[in-house]
């Protein structure tokens, strides 16, 4: 399966160190899944990042590769730990010391969709469990980690931008009442993994586009910031969150008449984003 586990654009020539990736995106939903699920075609698709792989389809053309995951967040999240399993779905799961994402259904593979909505009748074999993570989390991953390890050689670093869309109503509550909500919002797991210089110059691309930045607030960062995060090796993970009301109807699941014009602001961010990861060298060659 791993064939189909991801999708890999490479730009002609890699000049920045930076990588892009969208983990949660994956709309190619088998028919045996949907066969097995209680819910209908719309609200097993309320957990996807829907589009952030169109929104970020530019990456190439700025000199970075863009790994895009296929297999729906709903079927296995690539955000999750392969040992973060739920005794509540998968059969022969011992339970763990407690876990607030496996606890609430989030595991790797997850039990509930967006507002706890029960994805199965009845339980999961560990069998299909560790099917779904050798064929779909293991082939993304051993690419993201190849990727990083390409930056290394060829840029002495690696920046890792985690494109991720976030609920608009995950916004209500973000700062004071009456206070504009943030567009974005960057998980640095509050500084943990990533150099404050890199993720300043991140917030700034954005906030040149005339987006509201926020950080860590209500999204810090998950597995794959945690796990690629290292900035003493110079190493970086930055998890981007976009609000979906910007460029998309989150009911109809359909992108809205902002896609477009949104999607050319984005460009310009890439492009920004893409700079941040060029030596002086890489900088005069690309120019």
């Known amino acids: 399966m791993h064939q189909t586990a991801y999708h890999l654009a490479r730009p002609a020539a890699r000049t920045t160190s930076v990588i892009f990736a969208s983990p949660h995106s994956g709309r190619d939903y088998p028919q ?29 053309g700025s000199g970075a590769p863009l790994l895009t995951a296929r297999a729906p967040r709903a079927f ?50 560990l069998a299909e469990a560790h099917a779904r993570i050798s064929g779909c ?53 509050f500084g943990a993994t990533a150099a404050g210089s890199v993720v300043e110059q991140v917030e700034a691309a954005f906030a040149r586009a005339g987006l509201r930045v926020a950080r860590n607030m209500p999204f810090a960062g998950a597995f794959i910031t945690q796990h690629y995060g290292r900035p003493a090796r110079q190493q970086h993970a930055i ?5 979906r009301a910007l460029y998309m109807d989150e009911r109809t699941l359909k992108p809205n008449a902002a896609f477009e014009p949104f999607k050319a602001i984005l460009n310009g961010v890439i492009a920004e984003l893409a700079e941040i990861g060029r030596g002086d060298e890489q900088r005069v060659a690309a120019e």
């Open 76 to 125: 296995l999240d690539l955000n999750r730990g392969p040992d973060e399993l739920d005794a509540a779905l998968i059969e022969g799961v011992r339970r763990h010391a407690h876990n607030p994402r496996i606890a609430s259904g989030l595991g790797v593979i997850p039990r509930v969709v967006a507002n706890g909505r029960q994805i199965y009748r009845g339980k999961l074999t």
């Open 239 to 243: 998890q981007v969150e976009i609000d």
């Open 137 to 189: 989390w293991r082939p993304y991953h051993d690419q993201l980690q190849a990727l990083i390890d390409e930056s290394h050689a060829a840029f002495g670093e690696a920046i890792l931008i985690d494109c991720h869309s976030m609920p608009h109503e995950a916004l209500e509550n973000v700062g004071p009442p009456g206070a504009a909500r943030p567009d974005i919002v960057l998980g640095d797991r």
């Open 32 to 60: 045996s899944f949907l066969d097995r699920t209680v819910l209908d075609a719309a609200v097993i698709r309320s957990s996807e990042d829907a589009f952030v792989d169109q929104l970020f389809a530019n990456a190439p």
